[in-house]
T-cell receptor, first 114, second 113 residues
């Protein structure tokens, strides 16, 4: 059982380049989330999808877009990367929504923007 | 605004010693509180969940407590091991249909031999 799988694990971009982080879960969860984690800041929510077909902004959505491709997959896109987006990105999923269900996290994607 | 505060920010202890991590929250209406463990370079993993009616819950050497009146929780680690070195994150969820739990910034624990 793979759980939550993120790709790529590492990426280096130049300022202005674009890229997409992929996330897939095999637990049949309804809700999916994208977080970023920076030193001293903890995990901050970028976007979430409460169910297939819906997406909503979190705490720090500027500079990002998301797509809930189907129930399994939730991608995060950086259209024009900036150094401030250097971070570790985590995808998570939950069966019953974050208010009741446990969040299952991927292993993270480490992004550096030069 | 819902908030979760954790203390201390970091903690260094010797192997075999006990320690207690604190979490204060202002999330309302309260649904549940989870403690997550995040090993270096890995994603967080849930250790325990506390609901309104629960005061204490144990998971091996980890014991979580909840005081819903004062809105405080603690995570006690007994007989620490090197593998306990990690970040411990307190996450509080509100009831009423919210899909967004509130995260604390975590306590970084280092266990030295």
């Amino acid at each position: 059982n793979a759980g939550v799988t993120q790709t790529p694990k590492f990426q280096v971009l130049k300022t202005g380049q674009s890229m997409t982080l992929q996330c897939a879960q095999d637990m049949n969860h309804n809700s999916m989330y994208w977080y970023r984690q920076d030193p001293g800041m903890g995990l901050r929510l970028i976007y979430y999808s409460a169910s297939e077909g819906t997406t909503d902004k979190g705490e720090v959505p500027n500079g990002y877009n998301v797509s809930r491709l189907n129930k399994r997959e939730f991608s995060l896109r950086l259209e024009s990367a900036a150094p401030s987006q250097t971070s570790v990105y985590f995808c998570a999923s939950s069966s019953a929504g974050g208010n009741t269900g446990e969040l299952f996290f991927g292993e993270g994607s480490r992004l550096t923007v030069l | 605004k819902n908030q979760v505060e954790q203390s201390p920010q970091s903690l260094i202890i010797l192997e075999g010693k006990n320690c207690t991590l604190q979490c204060n929250y202002t999330v309302s209406p309260f649904s549940n509180l989870r403690w997550y463990k995040q090993d270096t370079g890995r994603g967080p993993v849930s250790l325990t969940i506390m609901t309104f009616s629960e005061n204490t819950k144990s998971n091996g050497r980890y014991t979580a407590t909840l005081d819903a009146d004062t809105k405080q929780s603690s995570l006690h680690i007994t007989a620490s091991q090197l593998s306990d070195s990690a970040s411990y994150i307190c996450v509080v969820s509100a009831s009423g249909g919210s899909y967004i739990p509130t995260f604390g910034r975590g306590t970084s624990l280092i266990v030295h031999p």
